[in-house]
């Protein structure tokens, strides 16, 4: 069942065509090297003023979507393009992306391939400045723009210090201090605690209306977007197959697309006492910089058969806690004990990828094993993508190529650092049973903000507070 077909209101009076910012017209397009459309006959309008979000599954084309919009497809990626784009009067395919500058402003799956500069302040800058803005107009966009995402603090900061979380909320400054007529959000709550990630879509909200921009929002964790959103759109295998507003919207999902809109189900927990202790962690204390203590006095053990969940807010040294479990850092006091192999996905696994087909990827670690390689991409739902190159995959299919490298060694601790981030809801269900499924033989330490999803998988939850750890 399609439903297509936003209702557009008349014009006012006066009011020109120009109110509406953004107009597709069966656009359809391929990827350099794919037979297969990444989006396939799409039209649609944008209003100024209103909040549109995007749905769908991993590998739907919500992300080629919004390069679209944004003239990254075709200019910068190549490949098949056909139909129109047209964003504030302004040909997509006639128009470069340096020439939206400042009209388009996006924000990417993965932060940390947008930053540039090595400080905050410089890579907030950077973006009003090449604008050709006074310094003074670029001083207050600064300023403006971190405290909309809550990182002031973070003003004379080194970027490369930064965790994953506060990373996100510069890149977000940055597409801020633009002040665009169209901002694209590409998934840009994967990496915000549950605080911060409602904070920001409020003020998503609040600004589409204030400053009149149009805003297209990706989301995995469609709760919080579905509350202040204006409409939804559903994209299934490069299709439009809702464009409605969000009361219709949310009925149409709850018939089609129930994983959008229900809550996870809990799944079976262990039954027992947990085994014998895989991890140690005692007295724990770890510092980047002298004097800033990132953890103080940390304890924790993980046990085979549970699943662990660490929570708390960006910056409280969850991502530090997890490499110092697995032993990609030493602890400085304290000591961190595993017995037997560990294995780490990390935030963003795209970015150690090192061979050119997945089936590679995966056997690297298990002498060159192909069979069993594609057998775990087959679990992992990748069955198909065995010969494709990694980076041709969606964020959340590149997510899930990480994880079956990973569960392919058969670790006896198994550490997971965001493994939601790009995963749409139906394959965090399958990924909670399946991690559910394996965790007799191992000890499993979950790292996510996405706490719906661990609390229905997780044995426990531990919070992470500043420099604590409680349970």
């Known amino acids: 069942m399609a439903v297509t077909g936003y209702p557009r209101p008349a014009l006012a009076p006066g009011e020109s065509i120009s109110a509406r910012i953004g107009c597709i017209e069966r656009l359809a397009f391929s990827y350099p090297g794919s037979e297969a459309e990444a989006l396939v006959d799409v039209s649609l309008e944008l209003e100024r003023g209103e909040v549109a979000l995007v749905l769908g599954r991993s590998g739907s084309g919500k992300s ?43 924000l990417f799956q993965d932060p940390e391939d947008q930053i540039v500069f090595d400080r905050v302040a410089s890579e907030v800058s950077f973006g009003p400045e090449n604008l050709g803005l006074q310094p003074g107009e670029v001083a207050r966009r600064v300023a403006s723009s971190l405290a909309a995402v809550g990182a002031e603090h973070l003003f004379d900061r080194s970027t490369r210090d930064l ?34 990630a409602a904070a920001f879509l409020n003020l998503v909200g609040a600004l589409a209306r204030e400053r009149g921009m149009a805003i297209v929002l990706s989301e995995q964790r469609p709760a919080l977007p579905l509350e202040i959103c204006d409409r939804v759109l559903f994209l299934e295998q490069g299709r439009l197959l809702l464009d409605t507003p969000r009361a219709q919207a949310i009925e149409w999902l709850e018939e089609n697309a129930p994983a959008f809109v229900e809550p996870p189900k809990a799944a079976s927990k262990q039954d027992g006492e947990p085994g014998e202790v895989v991890c140690e962690l005692e007295g724990i204390g770890y510092a980047y910089q002298s004097g800033v203590p990132v953890l103080e006095n940390v304890s924790l053990e993980l046990c085979r058969g549970e699943i662990v969940a660490l929570a708390g807010p960006n ?20 000591r961190a004990l595993c017995h037997g192999r560990s294995g780490y996905l990390s935030q963003d696994p795209g970015r150690y990828v090192v061979c050119e087909r997945a089936e590679d990827e995966v056997a690297l670690g298990i002498a060159g094993d192909l069979p069993r390689a594609r057998s775990w991409l087959t679990e992992l739902g990748l069955a198909g993508s065995e010969r494709r190159h990694p980076r041709d995959l969606s964020s959340g299919e590149r997510e899930r190529l990480g994880l079956a490298a990973v569960l392919a060694t058969e670790p006896d601790l198994l550490v997971l650092d965001e ?52 349970a």
């Open 419 to 470: 493994p939601t981030r790009g995963v749409d809801p139906e394959r965090k269900r399958e990924l909670g049973e399946m991690l559910r499924a394996g965790s007799e033989g191992r000890a499993t330490l979950l790292v996510s903000h996405d706490l719906a999803f661990a609390r229905s998988v997780a044995d426990r939850v531990v919070a992470l507070e500043g420099v604590r750890a409680d």
């Open 64 to 106: 080629t979507l919004l390069r679209s919009l944004a003239g990254l497809v075709p200019h910068f990626h190549g490949g098949r393009f056909s139909g129109s784009v047209t964003v504030a009067g302004l040909d997509t395919r006639r128009t470069a992306p340096a020439a939206l500058a400042g009209t388009v402003a996006t």
């Open 163 to 196: 965790s994953g979380g506060e990373l996100q909320r510069i890149c977000l400054a940055s597409a801020l201090a633009l002040e665009p007529q169209l901002l694209l959000l590409d998934e840009p709550t994967s990496q915000l605690d549950p605080e911060g």
């Open 315 to 334: 910056g409280c040294g969850k991502t530090t806690l997890a490499k110092l479990a697995c032993g990609l850092l030493e602890a400085q006091e304290g």
